[in-house]
């Protein structure tokens, strides 16, 4: 069940402006990278769900949250349909990201007044959505659509609030072109979750790109 409402998770996503996206098949692995992320200052995470028996470190994942790290927003990313998202919803997710619009995601998890967020290419889609009560968009993939496809939709709906999923980087330069179009938040998944020579997570790089990221983000958003 999830530790958050909704509103809650909506204003994390506001106030801290970033989500981390990430998934690995190994929970100590991904205790790991979670607790750098954290310890840079984030406070949600998307465990983009992709792997056979993902559900499971999920599972894990979020016991070590709601245990070690107070205030840590758990939710999941790559959910399909329905199913998936009642399966996550009952491990401890806080809201639900979607590649597509799917409806009976949207009523899953209404139902649980979770918060999900759908990936959305078109103004209709990010209409259909919000009537289906969804409080943050996903632009995905953000790196085809752009930050002028963001602000072209803000004219005509300064309400809608979006965050663009793929092509995000930790620079002060995208992130500007971001913000300035008028983002909520992004999603920041490769270009953040930094590895080593030998292709394994280099959790202190993590952690400083993270909080600096932040801290970017804060500087444009006062």
């Given at each position: 069940m999830a530790q958050?409402?909704?509103?809650?998770v909506a204003q994390i996503m506001k106030d801290t402006g970033m989500v981390p996206l990430f998934f690995h098949k190994d929970i100590e692995v991904s205790k790991k990278v979670l607790k750098a992320c954290y310890d840079g200052g984030a406070r949600l995470l998307e465990f983009t769900a992709r792997g056979d028996f993902a559900h499971e470190v999920f599972g894990e994942l979020t016991k070590y949250a709601i245990a070690e790290l107070?205030?840590?927003?758990?939710?999941v990313g790559s959910v399909t349909d329905a199913g998936q998202a009642s399966l996550y919803m009952a491990l401890g997710a806080n809201f639900i990201v979607t590649p597509v619009l799917r409806e009976d995601i949207a009523i899953a998890c209404n139902r649980r007044k979770v918060l999900w967020s759908p990936g959305c290419g078109t103004l209709t889609e990010i209409t259909r959505a919000e009537e289906l009560g969804c409080e943050i968009v996903k632009l995905f993939?953000?790196?085809i659509?752009?930050?002028?496809?963001?602000?072209?939709?803000?004219?005509?709906q300064q309400w809608t609030s979006i965050m663009p999923t793929g092509g995000v980087a930790p620079t002060k330069e995208n992130l500007s072109a971001w913000f300035a179009a008028g983002v909520t938040c992004v999603g920041m998944?490769?270009?953040l979750m930094a590895?080593?020579?030998?292709g394994n997570f280099d959790l202190a790089k993590i952690e400083e790109k993270t909080r600096e990221a932040l801290n970017i983000i804060k500087d444009l958003k006062s």
């Open positions: 958050f409402t909704r509103i809650e107070p205030g840590m927003v758990m939710g993939p953000g790196d659509y752009g930050p002028q496809f963001v602000k072209g939709i803000k004219g005509p998944g490769s270009k590895k080593d020579a030998d």
